[in-house]
């Protein structure tokens, strides 16, 4: 008899109260197949859980205390059993019975006095058909490990990268420290802060608040573009000096679309990343650069980092002043409610302005902190 899909002899557990139906069906099976015998279903369902489980079950329905029936459904609700074929074996013939029996998860349904032709062909039809779900489903799961290892480390990379492309900015800059992991957390927790807000609720999904927090560390990659004695000088800018320096903005987008032109493809966190590094500088009244956007026409991620980066500007050290309080730095930022900022951002961050300062002392300058991959 062909057993193909297995290694070793599969094992039939028969189960029957009749110790005449266990020797004649064992007697029948024993050439092809390694049997196991229970007499009850007590039994049966401990040796069907057990690490080495039948890969078949002949079960009979009439037994004192649980019956067959009951015990095809523990079978069947068990996560561990779930997947082992039942074949029912009973002197009943009645039809409705037999559809009882197939609705509670039985795969066939043979009747006594068995005939052993029939037995073996449908044991061995079913060991077949177990034996191609068992490697489809491992395929299957295989896959999707496969899929999740690779999605994983697709991501990692993602990471790595934005991270590297950031360091280039921060590394022309070294007094802004921990700058850029601050910034992630600020964006983040404002997104979420303005999630439920009826303005922000279908701009500011679960996956765009993902893609904000992955995009962030790239406003400030244009600033590679910036000549030292402008971007590290002490003191106030000229006219002429800062609107070179208000070129950072530019030079942010078209790096990044540069990045996204060579891989080909378009890229969401790298859209996120280029709204940001293009359109944190603009103002809630039209003053900003470097397109003089309005009120609603600049982008919901570059209205949450031009408060997330402003404030953390403003309470920490930089070439050209002292670091301030964070009272100091509230101050500043809700007399820019309406003008510099978005209100509504300016009323998240005043509800929340807590973990504000939770993760300024969390990645303070000068501490490499606990990671932003998370």
């Not at 400030?220 to 590290?232: E, F, Q, S, T, W």
Request: hydrophobic share 40%; proline share 4%; with cysteine.
């Amino acid at each position: 008899m062909s057993i193909e899909g297995y290694t070793d002899k599969p094992t039939i557990l028969v189960v029957d109260d009749a110790p005449d139906n266990l020797a004649l069906v064992s007697a029948l099976l024993k050439d092809t197949y390694k049997v196991k015998v229970a007499t009850n279903g007590e039994k049966a369902l401990q040796i069907a859980a057990s690490s080495a489980q039948p890969d078949l079950i002949l079960l009979d329905i009439v037994m004192p205390g649980m019956d067959g029936y009951e015990v095809c459904k523990r079978l069947k609700m068990s996560r561990e059993t779930h997947n082992i074929p039942v074949i029912f074996l009973t002197a009943n013939v009645d039809a409705t019975n037999e559809e009882r029996g197939l609705q509670l998860g039985a795969v066939d349904y043979l009747t006594k006095p068995v005939v052993s032709s029939i037995v073996l062909a449908r044991v061995d039809t079913h060991l077949k058909l177990k034996a191609s779900a068992d490697f489809l489903r491992n395929k299957t799961e295989f896959l999707e490990a496969e899929v999740a290892k690779r999605t994983f480390e697709v991501q990692a990379i993602q990471d790595v990268t934005i991270m590297a492309m950031a360091s280039l900015a921060e590394t022309r800059d070294n007094e802004t420290g921990n700058h850029i992991r601050r910034t992630q957390y600020y964006i983040r927790i404002l997104a979420q802060a303005l999630q439920q807000h009826p303005g922000f609720t279908q701009a500011l999904t679960d996956n765009t608040i993902k893609l904000l927090y992955k995009s962030a560390p790239l406003h400030d990659i244009g600033k590679v573009g910036i000549p030292d004695n402008i971007l590290l000088k002490p003191g106030r800018l000229t006219v002429e000096e800062f609107e070179i320096m208000k070129t950072h903005t530019t030079l942010g987008r078209d790096a990044i679309n540069h990045a996204e032109k060579q891989l080909g493809m378009k890229v969401d966190f790298l859209a996120c990343a280029k709204e940001i590094a293009y359109s944190h500088h603009e103002k809630w009244d039209g003053s900003g650069y470097p397109q003089g956007l309005r009120g609603a026409n600049i982008p919901v991620s570059a209205r949450l980092m031009a408060l997330a980066d402003v404030y953390d500007a403003l309470v920490s050290c930089r070439v050209y002043k002292p670091k301030m309080t964070h009272e100091q730095a509230r101050e500043i930022i809700l007399n820019g409610r309406g003008n510099h900022f978005d209100p509504d951002v300016v009323d998240a961050f005043l509800a929340i302005e807590s973990q504000f300062l939770e993760i300024a002392a969390r990645y303070v300058d000068g501490d490499s902190g606990e990671g932003a991959a998370d």
